[in-house]
């Protein structure tokens, strides 16, 4: 009982269930209820993080645009293959026609290569005025930053 409450004071950060598994790794034989009770007694609670909250604003609907090539949505899909490795698939579509503007299949995208597929398509068909994104490091990376 005595290694019980010197553990419990040594690892006072931990919650009960981590001193009793650090009491076993040690070669302590322990009974988990009486760590618990002694974590109660000792008033050893870990104290729970509030979580912050965030005011809401009011929501407005993104709208749809009139006309073709205006605002593009950029999103990526997961999928596996059969062997179980993963695709990632960076879909582009225009919000206005709804048209698949390009889906760009690889087995890694990062921010340098997103900005060289939207260079691609800069010189294809040109740029909308608007790219809708979520915010993803992809999308907020340096390489982006730089480039628009």
Same mark, same amino acid.
């Given at each position: 009982?005595?290694?019980?409450?010197?553990?419990? /004071?040594?690892?006072? &950060?931990?919650?009960?269930?981590?001193?009793?598994?650090?009491?076993?790794?040690?070669?302590?034989?322990?009974?988990?209820?009486?760590?618990?009770? @002694?974590?109660?007694?000792?008033? @050893?609670?870990?104290?729970? &993080?509030?979580?912050?909250?965030?005011?809401?604003?009011?929501?407005?609907?993104?709208?749809?645009?009139?006309?073709?090539?205006?605002?593009?949505?950029?999103?990526?899909?997961?999928? $596996?293959?059969?062997?179980?490795?993963?695709?990632?698939?960076? +879909?582009?579509?225009?919000?206005?026609?709804?048209?698949?503007?390009?889906?760009?299949?690889?087995?890694?995208?990062?921010? /340098?290569?997103?900005?060289?597929?939207?260079?691609? /398509?800069?010189?294809?068909?040109?740029?909308?005025?608007?790219?809708? +994104?979520?915010?993803?490091?992809?999308?907020?990376? $340096?390489?982006?930053?730089?480039?628009?």
């Amino acid at each position: 009982m005595g290694h019980c409450v010197n553990a419990l /004071l040594l690892w006072r &950060r931990y919650g009960a269930g981590m001193i009793y598994l650090k009491l076993r790794q040690a070669g302590e034989q322990v009974n988990h209820k009486r760590v618990e009770r @002694l974590y109660a007694a000792a008033r @050893l609670q870990v104290k729970r &993080r509030k979580r912050k909250k965030v005011p809401t604003s009011e929501r407005k609907s993104l709208g749809r645009p009139g006309i073709a090539n205006q605002v593009w949505s950029m999103d990526f899909v997961f999928d $596996r293959t059969a062997d179980g490795r993963v695709i990632k698939n960076l +879909t582009i579509v225009d919000d206005a026609t709804h048209e698949a503007v390009a889906i760009v299949p690889d087995r890694a995208i990062d921010g /340098l290569s997103l900005t060289r597929i939207l260079d691609h /398509l800069a010189i294809q068909r040109g740029l909308p005025s608007a790219i809708r +994104t979520d915010n993803g490091k992809e999308f907020c990376g $340096r390489a982006m930053l730089l480039c628009f």
